[in-house]
């Protein structure tokens, strides 16, 4: 199963979601697409979070929240 399926079929309207590891937030654009409430979109690499950043641009940010993180 592709994380884009997976999304599609456990990721809904109204959840908390986490992208942990986020990368360009391609996952974190299709979660905010299926509605959910909040992403929290992290990751160790300082680079990786501000394109994530610039990924999202064209999309309402009051939804996510974009940190580096270091699990």
């Not at 884009?4 to 986020?22: L, M, P, R, S, V």
Request: charged share 25%; hydrophobic share 40%.
């Amino acid at each position: 199963m592709s994380y884009f399926n997976f999304i599609k079929k456990n990721i809904h309207e109204g959840i908390t979601a986490a992208d942990i590891g986020c990368g360009s937030g391609v996952y974190v654009k299709q979660m905010l697409e299926s509605g959910v409430s909040f992403v929290y979109a992290l990751d160790y690499a300082q680079s990786a979070v501000d394109l994530t950043k610039r990924n999202l641009a064209d999309m309402n940010t009051e939804r996510v929240k974009c940190e580096v993180f270091d699990v």
